[in-house]
């Protein structure tokens, strides 16, 4: 069974540019999830989607991130403009139901640089 | 709302010796507790879980985690560590109720010495 994918692996970017990650989750897993782990941290939810809808977004930055899963599988999550605090990896993980129980696997991130 | 505080930044241990790392947490209803592994430039991976029952949970790669609900704890463990196991590991912990989200902890890195 596949993992989880996403890309790029690698990103830098100026300040105020935007940028986009990508990810494909596990199949038939109908749970995404997007966190942002900085240095030295543990990962922080940014936001989680069941199949296309969105489910909690209470810690995702609107005025500047963005995420949607038009189909109910694969998803973008998207920043504009970044900052220098964007720095982070931004980690993909998919479950394969709602609720606490069951555990979700966590692709291998993409590391964005902001300079 | 639930947290979970992993004391030490490190932990150093002999291979072939006992390792344990810590975690406490906090939450309003049932906890359900997960450990969780990173390998550089690698994502997390799943070690175990605690939902309910028998307060020893085994897990992958020879790794245990021990629930205590009067202290607030949910401590890894291994009765002989490797050098493979040298790695960051996270505890997490999610509320029982509702949508409520995976909130982990710091991370503490485990050096395995041969």
Redesign the interface.
């Known amino acids: 069974e596949a993992g ?1 994918a996403q890309s790029p692996r690698y990103k830098i970017i100026e300040k105020r540019q935007s940028v986009a990650f990508w990810c494909n989750p596990i199949s038939g897993h109908a749970t995404l999830y997007w966190y942002q782990q900085i240095l ?6 940014l936001i ?1 989607f069941q199949n296309n809808g969105v ?2 977004d209470s810690q995702l930055p609107k005025d500047r991130f963005s995420a949607e899963r038009l189909k109910g599988v694969d998803s973008t999550l998207k920043i504009q403009p970044a900052k220098l605090e964007d720095s982070a990896v931004y ?1 993909c ?1 998919s479950s394969s139901q ?1 609720g ?2 069951n ?7 993409t590391r964005l640089t902001v300079l | 709302a639930q947290s979970v505080a992993q004391p030490e930044d490190q932990v150093n241990v002999a291979e072939g010796n006992p390792l344990t790392v810590k975690c406490t947490y906090s939450v309003s209803g049932n906890p ?1 507790l ?1 450990w ?1 592994v990173q390998y550089p ?6 070690l175990l ?1 605690y ?1 309910t029952g028998d307060n020893l949970v085994k897990g992958s790669y020879g790794f245990e985690a021990e629930f205590n609900k009067s202290q607030t704890s949910f401590h890894l463990k291994k009765p002989s560590a490797l050098v493979s196991d040298s790695a960051l590991y ?1 505890c ?1 912990v ?3 109720g509702g ?9 503490t890195r485990l050096l395995v010495s041969p």
Request: without cysteine; charged residues 20%.
């Open positions: 989880v030295g941290q543990g990962p922080k939810l989680q489910v909690d980690l993980a709602r606490p129980y555990e979700q696997f966590f692709g291998p991130g | 359900y997960f969780y430039n690698r994502g997390l991976q799943f879980k939902i996270f997490a999610r509320d029982s949508f409520q989200k995976l909130v982990f902890g710091t991370g």
